[in-house]
């Protein structure tokens, strides 16, 4: 028999503490109009101090697992896609998996920035309609302030922290009706952490040089991006059989919102299709989607049986598209 995975469950979990553009007023040369007018965002989330990936990842987790109904006894392979972890290795989804008690659980995390929800949705995917695994802990988890030069207007304004889970598994009624993925990796520079691996080992110039922090060719990324993000939504709706018309929502990574308005415009979505919150949270990389998701599902926006179409790009580069039954 045909095994179709869909989605069983969904959480997310964001830090308490609220940052502000006027709080960024106050530590780098920028303003409130210039993020907003520029990004849309309005305020970010930052984890607390002692507040790890792994700590968000587990308070997501907990709530997809509750949203499901299930046991997390059942859960038998855990994925995170993340690329701010608790470590550079080992993998953060060890360490979740730890923390939420199970044992004898494969995990591993994906790195594909802000494309790593697309992939991980990919691979549990796969892993469930091949039959290997029957649950998949899907957590997208972000502590991305970590990895920011808080001196560096160019970047610091744009990121936040959160997470973003599902629990994907065999279902009769919602589905995951394509995925699609990609990547080019000729241009690591334009969006990465220079410094602390093979290329540029962890030194003291390094960090004099604050190449241990996110950096980003910010034009090249937008120019690359509203080229990959459309292409990747195209392909999703083509493989999954459906038009944009068809689709009841849209969620794109929550990366600027001229990226995301242009897009609907592109595809002629409507704003109330277009699922949108990059004002309240910012960029929390591969948590996007997921977050915007579970808000939707939890404020009953996204009902079952509607179609939800994803799209993200990020560093790497990699992009992706996926289309979802609820
Ligand atoms: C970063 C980004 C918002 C910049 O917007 P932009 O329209 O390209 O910026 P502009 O060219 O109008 O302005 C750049 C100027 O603003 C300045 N600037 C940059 N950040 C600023 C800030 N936070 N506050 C004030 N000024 C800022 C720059 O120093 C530059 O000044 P200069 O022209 O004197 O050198 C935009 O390029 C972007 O969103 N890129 C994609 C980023 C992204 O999506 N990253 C994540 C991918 S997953």
New binding site residues.
């Given amino acids: 028999m045909t095994i179709k995975a869909g989605i069983l469950g969904c959480g997310y979990y964001l830090p308490e503490r609220i940052m502000t553009n006027f709080d960024l007023e106050k530590i780098?040369?920028?303003?409130d109009e210039?993020?907003r007018s520029?990004?849309g965002i309005e305020q970010r989330r930052i984890a607390a101090d002692n507040e790890t990936t792994s700590d968000m990842a587990l308070k997501a987790a907990e709530r997809a697992i509750a949203n499901a109904g299930m046991k997390k006894e059942e859960i038998d392979l855990v994925i995170i896609p993340t690329i701010s972890p608790d470590y550079a290795w080992p993998a953060t989804a060890c360490i979740t998996t730890y923390k939420l008690g199970l044992k004898d659980v494969p995990a591993f995390d994906v790195s594909a920035?802000?494309s790593g929800f697309i992939y991980g949705l990919t691979v549990a995917r796969a892993m469930v309609e091949s039959g290997l695994y029957k649950r998949v802990l899907l957590i997208a988890a972000e502590k991305f302030s970590t990895y920011l030069d808080w001196t560096d207007?160019?970047t610091c304004?744009?990121m936040g922290d959160g997470a973003g889970a599902m629990i994907i598994g065999p279902s009769e009624t919602s589905c995951i009706m394509s995925t699609y993925i990609n990547s080019d990796g000729s241009h690591p520079e334009y969006?990465c952490q220079p410094g602390g691996g093979s290329v540029m080992p962890l030194s003291q110039e390094v960090l004099d040089k604050k190449m241990n922090f996110m950096h980003?060719n910010?034009?090249e990324?937008?120019v690359n991006?509203v080229e990959k993000m459309p292409q990747a939504l195209d392909a999703a709706m083509k493989l999954a059989g459906v038009t944009p018309e068809q689709v009841d929502f849209t969620i794109f990574?929550q990366?600027?919102i001229?990226?995301i308005q242009y897009i609907a415009k592109k595809f002629n979505i409507p704003a109330e299709k277009n699922i949108i919150n990059i004002q309240r949270y910012g960029?929390t990389?591969a948590a996007t989607i997921p977050i915007a998701f579970t808000e939707a599902v939890e404020s009953g926006k996204i009902k079952k049986g509607n179609i939800v179409a994803f799209s993200a790009?990020?560093?790497g580069m990699t992009w992706g598209g996926a289309v979802v039954r609820v």
């Fill in positions: 780098v040369d920028t303003s210039w993020i520029r990004t920035a802000c207007r160019n304004v744009l969006l980003m910010g034009k990324i937008y991006a990574h990366a600027n001229r990226i960029n990389s790009f990020g560093g």
